[in-house]
């Protein structure tokens, strides 16, 4: 067996940890939640300030700060795609904001969007992970405009 057929991952391997880290992450376990990543992961929320974030230790940061921030309810895939070593997930998320959002306070305001996981596999571990989210969606109901 060469090496890049022994770092294949099947879709129900992708699945089992991704479930782990984003239970991790419902649970407000930090650690738990970067458990799951290579050491040199690649941690890209687009738009979010300070761009990308490499290794485990930084991404434990962001999750810190989100965990303090918003509390999720669900994290609901509603589509997955599966490639060789990667996994597309689009979920509908939904939860409270008793800290801030993207900038904006949240004032304990409900708030649910749509979000896009892209992420890639490597030695049976998350290597990558790049998140889209429907930022205006966001603003808008945190602000008390319109934006389901």
């Not at 970067?34 to 300070?50: A, M």
């Not at 939860?95 to 996981?117: C, D, E, Q």
Request: one cysteine or more.
């Amino acid at each position: 067996m060469d090496a890049i057929s022994r770092t294949r991952m099947q879709p129900q391997d992708m699945d089992r940890l991704i479930d782990r880290h984003i239970s991790a992450e419902m649970a407000g376990d930090s650690a738990a939640a970067v458990s799951v990543y290579t050491d040199d992961i690649v941690h890209d929320v687009v738009g979010w300030p300070g761009g990308p974030l490499q290794g485990r230790n930084n991404a434990r940061g962001f999750y810190d700060h989100l965990i303090s921030n918003i509390q999720t309810e669900t994290m609901v895939a509603t589509r997955r795609y599966y490639g060789e070593d990667f996994c597309v997930q689009e979920h509908q998320w939904s939860g409270t904001v008793p800290g801030s959002f993207l900038g904006v306070p949240g004032r304990g305001k409900h708030i649910s969007f749509r979000l896009l996981h892209i992420w890639e596999f490597r030695d049976g571990k998350i290597s990558r992970e790049n998140v889209w989210l429907d930022g205006g969606s966001i603003v808008a109901q945190l602000t008390g405009g319109s934006g389901h």
